[in-house]
């Protein structure tokens, strides 16, 4: 069991959790996930990690209420405890295998949208440990949707905010903010990490790679069982097949095959989608292995 010492709401819908997990605490790494169960018979829900204390042996993780059992969860309070916490899966952020020299050397621009803040925050952490100066876009729908503002600004270089209805900051989608930054602005980035909903990620990948800026996506939104044996996340990378808990989950966000994924995505929510997805992809259809590291 796994006790929650901490939970905030963020808005009404999304909430923040630090979660007891000493081992877990230890070994995770920015970009990294974990896997959350909420009963011993509950639903396995796959979430990035969006910080972590390894003194304090706890692992921060936002959650959005979109389920039934994220719903579940949000319900439980400090003081209770969930009966899994897995991890940490996945890959970790390619920068963490750079050098500090490295990263000194680039002019890095993360954009997350929506929820896609929580995984973006433990990176620009990373790299002001690092004395490492990066910006950050967040972009939201609305401004009652925005989260992690504060935290972002105490670690990054900069913070731009957008709106898509102006509510508040700029108005607009954060492809436009970034291609205003750069184009108005004269800002010059040469690696940007984006991370929010599969759309978004499309679209501001299509405005870097017309501004010819490198870009690293998480493909963690398409993730169901977090360990490659369910196929859910099989994805087209470069026009090789790839499964986003295993391989990744970053990409280069300039060789994900978006339409593909989301399509996948979409019939992956009925038992006729899933049947017609293992007979059209066959031995591709699942990675064959589980990439399951257990509570490391």
Do not use: W
């Not at 910080?51 to 209420?65: C, F, R, S």
């Not at 399509?263 to 292995?289: I, P, V």
């Amino acid at each position: 069991m796994y006790k929650i010492v901490k939970k905030r709401m963020l808005t009404d819908t999304i909430y923040l959790m630090d979660i007891e997990a000493p081992r877990v605490a230890k070994s995770a790494k920015p970009g990294q996930f974990i896997i959350i169960k909420n009963t011993d018979k509950g639903e396995r829900i796959p979430l990035t990690v969006c910080d972590y204390d390894a003194e304090a042996g706890t692992v921060t993780i936002v959650v959005q209420a979109v389920g039934k059992s994220t719903m579940e969860l949000m319900h439980f309070n400090e003081g209770d405890c969930v009966a899994d916490f897995v991890g940490p899966l996945g890959r970790p952020s390619d920068l963490c295998d750079m050098s500090d020299e490295e990263l000194a050397a680039k002019n890095i621009i993360f954009v997350a949208g929506g929820v896609g803040a929580a995984p973006v925050y433990p990176q620009v952490k990373y790299l002001k440990e690092r004395g490492i100066k990066a910006d950050v876009i967040i972009g939201a729908r609305t401004k009652d949707l925005l989260i992690l503002e504060d935290e972002m600004k105490a670690v990054a270089e900069n913070v731009y905010v957008s709106t898509d209805d102006g509510s508040y900051a700029y108005n607009g989608r954060v492809t436009d903010l970034l291609k205003e930054l750069v184009t108005v602005q004269g800002k010059t980035y040469d690696h940007a990490v984006v991370i929010g909903p599969m759309i978004m990620m499309k679209f501001t990948s299509m405005m870097t790679k017309e501004l010819n800026i490198p870009t690293i996506v998480s493909l963690n939104p398409i993730m169901v069982d977090g360990t490659g044996m369910c196929g859910a996340c099989r994805v087209t990378v470069g026009g090789e097949v790839k499964f986003a808990c295993v391989d990744g989950p970053e990409f280069d966000g300039h060789k994900v095959n978006y339409d593909e994924a989301m399509r996948r995505s979409a019939m992956y929510r009925t038992e006729e989608g899933q049947a017609k997805l293992r007979f059209e992809e066959g031995s591709t259809h699942k990675n064959g292995g589980c990439g399951c590291g257990g509570d490391k």
